[in-house]
């Protein structure tokens, strides 16, 4: 296997680490965030560190680096207190990264990208039309990791719209049905195919696939 | 589109809301963290939290809610500082999954699952043998987020192992050859196609593909 350790990392030429680095932890999320400015100026731009907080209440955060782009979606949040944040579906990559070019202030990435607003249930910021799931969501708090001064901010979900054929009886969205992509470090955009899901894990109990009632026999 | 506010999210059943609100924001990591106990207990347990924080210093961090399982992780991690992170392959996903259920303190995970415990560089925890990519990571914080009681664990990475023939020559690992899995929610695992990667996007140009030299006519 190959191997570096942290020193060797830090001696990386600067983009081969990011592509190292960004790729190392796994797939990431895939979303557009947008925004609205109070001068009425939107904005959208792609982000790969949306997590999953809780459930109960529902709450979700996002890593971001506030002194470089996209500065416009920081301002706006704690500006104006609301967001959305859109899947990217596989037909909308090309416009999804398109995204992250640095654009003036007053340009809005939805007209330079050909993503359409949609405006849902009186909420200020727009929504992304063409997104297969979307969400509304309120700022809560953030959270600054002083170790390299990125900031985390978590917001409650206030709003979740899907396409109602993706959804399983037990409250389960398939994202292979939403056509939810992935991203594999800063700029790979990739399409996920289900291998299986599986029920609850108990000890000494073999693993059971939705889909197959029969156990497989394996631990 | 179906529509779920915040309101009607609080009233769901449990379960339900489980599996809605863990797999609404889209597609996350897949990965099994390793530790010991002081008194050489190994433990493996999977997580589909761990997200990029930062290329330099290279940074990772993952989320937990240390008052329900796993709760061997986040004690083995305080007790010793260490801890490794491995990347769920398509072929080990039932096994994966399976660390999962609430083993006994002093059974470790390895011994039940068939997952391979692997001693690398003198690293006091183990990798997972059969993982393609994998971390050695060094405590570096906590952040305890107040909302909900969980805590984002932020740690360092001292040693990155993969497979040499996954890298590209800008640095970036291709995930679809490490054959690298992603999590629907809690319980799906889906194995991603990569569809394209895109060089930096500016203002104004077209996005260009890394592999399709021509532009493809869209922004």
Redesign the interface.
């Known amino acids: ?6 020193k060797e ?2 001696k ?20 557009l965030i947008a925004t609205k400015s109070e001068s009425g100026v939107s904005n959208v731009a792609v982000f ?14 996002f ?1 971001l680096r506030p002194t470089t782009v996209p500065r416009n979606t920081y301002k706006n949040i704690k500006e104006g207190g609301f967001f959305t ?1 859109n ?1 990217i579906h ?1 037909d909308m ?3 999804a ?8 202030n007053n ?1 809005s990435e939805f007209h ?3 993503l359409l607003e949609e405006y ?2 009186g909420f200020y910021p727009p929504y992304v039309k063409q997104s297969v ?1 979307k ?1 509304g969501c309120r700022y ?2 953030e ?1 600054l ?4 001064e ?1 900031i ?1 901010v ?1 917001a ?9 054929g993706i ?2 009886p ?7 049905d939403a056509e ?3 991203i ?2 800063l ?17 000494g ?1 073999a ?1 059971r696939s ?1 889909f197959n009632k029969e156990s ?1 026999g ?2």
């Not at 296997?1 to 942290?6: G, L």
């Not at 999953?52 to 979700?60: I, Q, T, V, W």
Request: hydrophobic share 40%; aromatic share 10%.
């Open positions: 296997m190959k191997h570096y350790d942290s990392i830090g990386l030429e600067k983009i081969f680490r990011l592509n190292l680095i960004n790729s190392c932890t796994g797939y990431k999320s895939a979303n790969n560190s949306v997590i999953h907080l809780g459930s109960n209440p529902a709450m979700l955060g890593v944040v899947h596989k990559i090309e416009q990264h398109q995204t992250a070019a640095k654009y003036e340009v330079q990208t050909g849902l249930d799931v969400m809560l708090n959270y990791i002083i170790e390299n990125t985390m978590v409650a979900i206030e709003h979740l719209y899907f396409q109602e959804q399983t037990d409250g389960w969205l398939r994202l292979e939810t992509v992935a594999n470090g700029d790979g955009y990739a399409l996920p195919v289900l291998l299986d899901r599986f029920h609850y894990a108990r000890p109990k693993i939705f497989s394996k631990l």
